[in-house]
């Protein structure tokens, strides 16, 4: 079996990341800043580090400013219904996934004005067509930093530059590249970012968070959820302070410890070294699947520019049939459809079918791309061209 349904949730993970959440299981089990007792505290220290390992990814200074939650829909949720209000224009761009999307479509339809920049038909974007969309009463700009249909990477750090000029808050959804791209929040400008824990992280499934930055007024950041801390329980009213403002009740400590190991491996592996192998195995993957007749390759066929995430269709071939025969006949495990972005996919000319996506990790190899290739070579072959 070859497992390409990485930008979806990767799999396998480190056994670190396994070791890490039994060990939790079995050994720790408290509440982390709950009780005191000892297993209270092993387990605060326990996401405590998680905390610290993901701001030395994110070059954030203050790991507390890092809160966990279960994903990066959670984390975008979080931004959008918290900082946003009817009247409020916010900027975003046509690459997006439904994380952003259906947020923004609902608050639209409550009255928040929303500006939708297109990108071009291999799904980059111009930075300066983000500059021209932005107003004087523009309250947010939230974008992706790579697209999860066909991996082109956006240019965060010069929209980053552009807000912070304008002083307005920018949230990145850093779902598809956090544990695979560089990530600096300080040097990018970022004020707000999203991240799951179950890609590029290689963390357990239901983990992830946002980082709040400096320049975010908590008190405008509205909480969705209130409840118990562990921290100022004489109040009645949420804690104002970092993390404890937008994480009430039980974390998923299991989960938090899994992911610390997880984005220690990350770190010890090193995010360009990492980088480097995906962005191999993606020139690869590319050049392989353009050579068969009949496969088309969206996005904009440069490793340098996307993650491993690539997507393609096959002439005469339902991308659905296609992932089918892939699983059934070859044991490639793959993403058709929509994955989620009917906007991406309008964008990248391939709405309403989708395309088979294939989303490559740092833990392929070079012969699971040959064999993926070959596979598709050979429902290539069997195909009526359409
Ligand atoms: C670009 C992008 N944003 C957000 C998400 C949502 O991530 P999660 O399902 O972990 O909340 C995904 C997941 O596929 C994604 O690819």
Redesign the pocket.
């Known amino acids: 079996m070859i497992y390409l349904d990485n930008?979806?949730t990767s799999w396998p993970k480190p056994q670190e990341v396994s070791d890490a959440v039994l060990h939790y299981m079995r050994d720790v089990g408290g509440s982390p800043g709950r009780s005191g007792h000892r297993l209270s505290i092993a387990a605060a220290r326990i996401v405590y580090d998680t905390r610290e390992l993901l701001a030395s990814l994110f070059n954030v200074p203050d790991p507390l400013s890092i809160t966990l939650c279960?994903?990066?829909?959670?984390a975008?949720n979080q931004v959008l219904y918290g900082f946003l209000h009817p009247g409020d224009h916010v900027v975003t761009t046509s690459m997006?996934?439904n994380?952003?999307m259906r947020p923004l479509r609902h608050l639209q339809s409550l009255g928040v004005e929303v500006t939708v920049v297109a990108c071009a038909p291999d799904g980059r974007l111009d930075a300066r067509h983000m500059e021209s969309a932005i107003r004087a009463d523009t309250k947010l700009v939230v974008m992706?930093h790579?697209?999860?249909v066909v991996g082109t990477i956006l240019p965060v750090a010069e929209v980053g530059a552009i807000t912070v000029h304008r002083g307005i808050p920018f949230l990145v959804?850093a779902?598809?590249t956090a544990g695979v791209c560089a990530i600096d929040c300080q040097a990018m400008n970022i004020d707000l970012l999203?991240f799951?824990g179950?890609?590029a992280l290689f963390g357990p499934q239901g983990t992830?968070g946002l980082w709040v930055g400096s320049r975010i007024d908590t008190a405008r950041l509205l909480p969705l959820t209130r409840g118990g801390t562990g921290s100022q329980s004489e109040l009645e009213e949420q804690p104002g302070f970092l993390p404890d403002r937008y994480e009430s009740g039980t974390s998923n400590t299991p989960g938090i410890a899994g992911l610390g190991a997880s984005v220690r491996y990350v770190l010890e592996h090193g995010v360009p070294h990492i980088r480097r192998h995906e962005q191999e195995l993606t020139a690869q993957l590319i050049q392989g699947l353009k050579a068969i007749p009949g496969v088309q390759v969206y996005g904009t066929g440069d490793a340098r520019l996307q993650t491993a995430t690539v997507s393609f269709n096959l002439s005469g071939m339902e991308p659905s049939d296609v992932a089918l025969r892939l699983d059934d006949d070859f044991g490639v495990l793959c993403r058709p459809g929509l994955?989620?972005?009917p906007s991406a996919h309008r964008t990248l000319g391939t709405f309403p079918h989708g395309t088979v996506r294939f989303g490559l990790s740092y833990l392929n190899s070079v012969q699971d791309v040959c064999s993926a290739v070959e596979a598709v070579a050979q429902v290539a072959r069997h195909a009526t061209p359409g």
């Open positions: 930008a979806a279960a994903n990066a829909t959670t975008i997006e996934h994380a952003v992706n790579a697209s999860n959804d779902a598809q999203a799951t179950h890609k992830g994955q989620c972005a």
